[in-house]
């Protein structure tokens, strides 16, 4: 029987997998979106959610235990001076997981694993659009 096992093992041993998750949880506050594997997410977004909740008040002993897990302190930084602020509303599920499907080599399930409040900024339309709209007012302000 498989009851009240706490956690996905993942394959690897103890010391592999606290390395995994805090390494994919560092990628995760650095960049707001990783892609990587459905069971990887699952773990890692369990974690990421208590440094979130722990960053939404910025205090030293907070900062401290954060500080156990996340090594590089510019993405401490980072978690408590913009990404816990940003979450300071919402009662919980800071994370969000998207299917992409199956990987090539050995039809994992891959998935993104991002912050919910992540915006995609690739509407080179939109940017193209702003940018004349400025090219176009600059001269006009100059001749004036």
Known sequence: MNHKNGFNPLSRTSAHRRALSRNMVTSLFRFERITTTKAKAKSVRRAAEKLITRAKVD?????REA?????????????????????????GGYTRILKLGF???????????????????????EKKTTANARKVKEPASAKA
Request: hydrophobic content about 40%.
């Open 67 to 91: 500080a156990k897990f996340i090594q590089d302190e510019r993405i401490l930084n980072k978690l408590f001076t913009d990404i816990g602020p940003r979450m300071q509303d919402r009662p």
């Open 103 to 125: 990987r090539q080599g050995d039809a994992a399930d891959v998935v993104i694993l991002e912050l919910v409040d992540y915006k995609l900024e690739i509407d080179t339309e």
């Open 59 to 63: 205090s030293v002993h907070n900062r």
